[in-house]
């Protein structure tokens, strides 16, 4: 095999079994003014709207949050994966520093 497409093979292979990740934005105001800052982020998904219990949660601690808005990678903390959820439609809530959703 020639050495480079070896390499690359290589390369490629944790990409292949890697669970994906869910890029999250969103943006933190005050009464209309911008965060400034850093916050704990707890997100919660639901399968149904009207639902008490989480049927996945994450917390993402010291989020950097620069002029109302933040950046976040879901599931990156967790072996669960957004495939494992298997609804069609699903619900976020988000929790700021332990307060409520």
């Known amino acids: ?6 390499l690359l093979v290589m390369l490629l292979a944790p990409m292949a079994f890697a669970a994906p990740e869910v890029e999250y934005r969103g943006t933190l105001n005050n009464g209309g003014v911008p965060f400034e800052g850093t916050v704990d982020l707890t997100f919660y998904i639901y399968d149904e709207a009207a639902d008490d219990v989480a049927i996945w949660t994450e ?4 989020v950097d949050v620069q002029a109302g808005r933040f950046v976040v990678y879901l599931f990156s903390q967790s072996e669960m994966s957004p495939l494992d959820l298997g609804a069609d439609t699903l619900f976020v809530g988000i929790a700021i520093n332990d307060g409520l959703e």
């Open 59 to 62: 917390t993402h601690s010291d």
């Open 1 to 6: 095999m020639n050495r480079s497409i070896f």
